[in-house]
């Protein structure tokens, strides 16, 4: 899934005539630290309430710097997700060419990330601390399908000691078995969440 496909067209535009003072109220009506400048649909930065605030009220928008920065449309959502945090902003505009297509705020990420990287979907989640040498997907996929589930979203980070760890979303809430197994193979369960019918029994031993 690519930028253009959660970019949204209701984020009101700044333009160069605009004062500080207006485009600190847009900035607050739309709960915003960033608001695209554009001109006859020509993309020409990005304003932050950071560099407003050094501003008097009422210079006009042409006299404040802005940011380039941008997204093509065509480029993965995981990439705009890793951008948006990079450069701290809480909207990137969506640029083809120059021209403004539209933006992606903090919640359209969130609601992709919920919807269609399987984040929000209903089932467990399971955290597995693995030496990277050892980690194979696989396995683990292997040992959630051998148990009559399915992997909804996985995800991997790194401790301080270089070991991974993965989380796992699976499409249910029946995770005794799946958590045995793990356990069999000498897998790290670090911690498990959304287990109702097991959460105190299971807990309890998984964390002695």
């Not at 003072?21 to 950071?50: F, Q, R, W």
């Not at 194979?136 to 979203?153: F, K």
Request: net charge negative; glycine share 4%; proline share 3%.
């Amino acid at each position: 899934m690519t930028a253009e496909h959660i970019l949204i067209s209701d984020i009101p535009l700044l333009l160069p005539v605009d004062t500080v003072k207006c485009a600190l109220n847009m900035m607050d009506e739309y709960k915003l630290a960033h608001l695209p400048l554009v001109v006859e649909d020509t993309y020409k930065g990005l304003i932050s309430e950071e560099d407003l605030l050094e501003f008097d009220e009422s210079a006009v928008l042409a006299e404040v710097g802005c940011s380039t920065i941008s997204v093509d449309p065509n480029i993965h959502i995981y990439e705009v997700v890793a951008l948006m945090a990079s450069a701290e902003v809480d909207l990137l505009p969506v640029v083809h060419r120059g021209i403004y297509r539209g933006s992606i705020d903090k919640g359209a990420v969130l609601q992709f990330l919920a919807r269609v990287a399987g984040w929000g979907a209903e089932g467990s989640t399971m955290v597995l601390e693995i030496p990277t040498s050892k980690y194979s997907l696989s396995e683990i996929t292997r040992i959630v399908e051998e148990n009559g589930a399915q992997i909804s979203s996985l995800n991997t980070s790194y401790e301080d000691s270089g070991d991974m760890l993965v989380t796992i979303k699976l499409n249910t809430v029946n995770i005794a078995v799946i958590l045995e197994t793990f356990k069999r193979f000498d897998y790290k369960v670090v911690t498990f969440f959304d287990a109702p019918e097991v959460e105190d029994e299971i807990r309890n031993k998984f964390d002695q």
